[in-house]
């Protein structure tokens, strides 16, 4: 329960902060303020599962973060993902994780075509 309220005042102050930031700052960061909210409230481990599941199909974190639109896209994505026990269930598997187990997962196109590019 204490753990619960410190998230949340974490979570409110993060939000504070979001909302005093200057436009430079916000154009700084490459982030609108709309964006920063949504990560200031999404899972905190949410850039690593991005980051476990494209190596499922063989990329690196390097190649995932080297288009920075993309992968905030990617961010987004994972954090409103709607089926987070089977990403946990097939992130588990490690490296026998395989893309055929990812039907579920709302980046695997992203993964599969855009990421195929690079």
Do not use: Y
Not at 64 to 81: F, M, N, Q, V, Y
């Amino acid at each position: 329960m204490i753990d619960r309220i410190r998230n949340l005042l974490n979570r409110w102050r993060d939000i504070t902060d979001i909302e005093a930031m200057t436009e430079q700052e916000l154009d700084d960061l490459g982030l609108t303020r709309d964006q920063l909210r949504r990560f200031a409230q999404m899972p905190a481990d949410v850039p690593d599962r991005v980051s476990a599941m494209g190596a499922i199909f063989g990329l690196s974190e390097g190649e995932l973060r080297r288009d920075h639109a993309a992968w905030t896209e990617l961010l987004e994505t994972c954090g409103d993902c709607p089926d987070r026990a089977a990403c946990r269930r097939v992130l588990e598997k490690g490296g026998l994780a395989n893309p055929r187990d990812t039907g579920f997962c709302p980046n695997r196109h992203s993964f599969i075509s855009h990421w195929a590019k690079t």
